[in-house]
């Protein structure tokens, strides 16, 4: 069995301050791991993924994630938030190298605030 | 140059009614899926096809019947229409071998009055 489990249904930070959006995964299975993106009426797009490689990964926008198998854990993190950065955000986990998409399980989403 | 397209990207109707959600993505991918996301962005997948082929159904009303006349479309027609599928709708594909690759679509907002 898998779960997803964002920590904030909502995190606000000033422009130029680190964000962090946290994430916590349950999985039987080895796991893979993404984040999504979601601007305000536009559909989500796909900002970085981990699938037993490297733990830390890099995605667009500036954005990276730690892949943290004793804490289970996968933390979205920036160094510096910009205006365009508000959106909702989801945690994303499946199970590697397994093909059905019933095994994609998405996060309740993390909506992320910026004040100027 | 549209990846995946949505029409119409807003539907209002009445309960009782029939209605229909087109899909196209021109990706080349092999898999499209439809999502229904709730007031509260809880998103849930509904059903994938993958070369014609229906590959999951979750538990989702037999109202709702995905039709995929080829690779590129996907499209989910709704009947007898109730105020609880008022939703976002998504569709998204990918690409073989990457489900987890999704590509979505804009979404089409349904409102059932």
């Known amino acids: 069995a898998q779960s997803v489990t964002q920590l904030d249904s909502h995190v606000s930070v000033s422009e130029g301050t680190p964000v962090l959006l946290r994430c916590n995964y349950s999985?039987?299975?080895?796991?893979?791991l993404f984040w999504y993106v979601q601007h305000p009426n536009k559909g989500l797009q796909l900002l970085l993924k981990?699938?037993?490689?490297?733990?830390l990964v890099k995605g667009i926008n500036g954005f990276e994630a730690e892949f943290k198998k004793s804490e289970t854990s996968f933390h979205l993190t920036k160094p510096s938030a910009h205006m365009s950065d508000a959106a909702e955000y989801f945690c994303?986990?499946?199970?590697?190298?397994?093909?059905?998409?019933?095994?994609?399980?998405f996060g309740s989403g993390t909506r992320l605030s910026i004040r100027p | 140059d549209t990846a995946v397209s949505q029409t119409p990207k807003y539907l209002v109707t009445q309960m009782g009614n029939d209605k229909s959600i087109k899909c196209e993505q021109n990706?080349?991918?092999?898999?499209m899926y439809w999502y229904k996301q709730d007031s509260k962005k809880f998103l849930k997948i509904m059903f994938s096809?993958?070369?014609?082929?229906?590959?999951i159904n979750e538990t989702v009303p037999n109202r709702f019947s995905p039709k995929s006349p080829d690779k590129a479309h996907l499209n989910l027609h709704i009947n007898s229409l109730e105020l609880g599928d008022s939703a976002v709708y998504f569709c998204?594909?990918?690409?073989?071998?990457?489900?987890?690759?999704?590509?979505f679509g804009p979404g089409t907002r349904l409102t059932v009055t």
């Open positions: 999985s039987s299975y080895s796991p893979s």
């Open positions: 990706l080349g991918h092999d898999t």
């Open positions: 998204a594909s990918s690409p073989p071998g990457r489900i987890y690759e999704q590509y």
């Open positions: 994303v986990v499946s199970r590697t190298g397994y093909s059905s998409a019933s095994k994609i399980i």
């Open positions: 981990y699938t037993s490689a490297a733990t």
């Open positions: 096809y993958n070369n014609k082929e229906l590959i």
